[in-house]
C-alpha cells in the first residue's frame, strides 16, 4: 500500500505564493508519474501539474503555464508544486497523485493524497 501525504496548502492573496509538498511512502519499487490536481467548488477534478518519469518532461494546465512549477525528489518520492502570482481562480482543493509499481513485475498502480485547500482572498 502506497500513501501520500500532502501540506502547504492555506491562504493567500491574490499575487502571493504557495509552495505545496507531497511525499510518497509504502511499497514503492517505482513511479512512473507524479502529478497535482485540483478541484474547485462546483467543479470536477483538473489536471494542474504532471512529472512523466518515462519521458523526463513535465506538462501544465495552459491557465497555470509560467507561474506554477512542479519538481521532484525522486530519491524522496516526493513532489512539489511551487505557486506563484496566484490569482482567485486557483482556489480549489489541490490533490497529489503517483502511479506506483510495488515491485518490479507489479501492476502499475494510481494513489491520490487527501488533498490539501488552497484559498486565494483578500
Known amino acids: 500500500q502506497v500513501q501520500l501525504v500532502e501540506s502547504g496548502g492555506g491562504l493567500v492573496q491574490p499575487g502571493g505564493s504557495l509552495r505545496l509538498s507531497c511525499a510518497a511512502s509504502?511499497?514503492?519499487?517505482?513511479?512512473?508519474?507524479m502529478a497535482w490536481y485540483r478541484q474547485a467548488p462546483g467543479k470536477g477534478r483538473e489536471l494542474v501539474a504532471v512529472?512523466?518519469?518515462?519521458?523526463?518532461?513535465?506538462n501544465y494546465a495552459a491557465s497555470v503555464r509560467g507561474r506554477f512549477t512542479l519538481s521532484r525528489d525522486s530519491a524522496k518520492n516526493a513532489v512539489y508544486l511551487q505557486m506563484s502570482e496566484l490569482k482567485h481562480e486557483d482556489t480549489a482543493v489541490y490533490y497529489c497523485y503517483a502511479s506506483v509499481k510495488a515491485e518490479l513485475n507489479s501492476p502499475t498502480l494510481g494513489y491520490w493524497g487527501q488533498g490539501t485547500q488552497v484559498t486565494v482572498s483578500l
Open positions: 512529472f512523466t518519469t518515462s519521458s523526463g518532461g513535465t
Open positions: 509504502g511499497r514503492i519499487f517505482s513511479t512512473d508519474r
